[in-house]
């Protein structure tokens, strides 16, 4: 059974950094389009950005183009999310997702496996 690891949360001040890592566990990594996802307290669960089979297919949310970058390696099957210029409004559970098929990359309900999530908080 595939399995979504994350990594890299904590807490940062406003315009501080942070790396997500997404380590995927007995699946087939390098055929899946990866994403991640966040989801704040009341909210919901909001697109981030997404990759797909090569480096160079990308989508991020308006919010956080130009301050995120997602990444993937294939051959140690993990995704990374390198976060910058970080906003309190960035503060959330943060979610690793994978699918099978680069399309429709922002909604949630086509990603076939989640991970458990990992928390970033952003002070202001």
């Known amino acids: 059974q595939v399995k979504l690891i994350e990594s890299g949360g904590g807490f940062v001040q406003t315009g501080g950094s942070l790396r997500l890592s997404c380590q995927v566990l007995?699946?087939?990594?390098?055929?899946?389009?990866m994403g991640w996802f966040r989801q704040a307290p009341g909210k919901e669960r909001e697109f981030v950005a997404a990759?797909?089979?090569?480096?160079?297919?990308?989508d991020y949310a308006a919010s956080v183009k130009g301050r995120f970058t997602i990444s993937r390696d294939n051959d140690k099957e993990i995704v990374d999310l390198q976060m910058k210029d970080l906003k309190p409004e960035d503060t959330a559970l943060y979610y690793c997702?994978?699918?099978?098929?680069?399309?429709?990359?922002?909604?949630?309900?086509?990603?076939?496996?989640w991970g458990q999530g990992t928390q970033v908080t952003v002070s202001s």
């Open positions: 007995e699946g087939a990594f390098r055929w899946y389009t």
């Open positions: 997702a994978q699918k099978s098929l680069y399309y429709d990359l922002q909604s949630a309900a086509g990603y076939e496996n």
């Open positions: 990759i797909g089979l090569h480096e160079d297919s990308t």
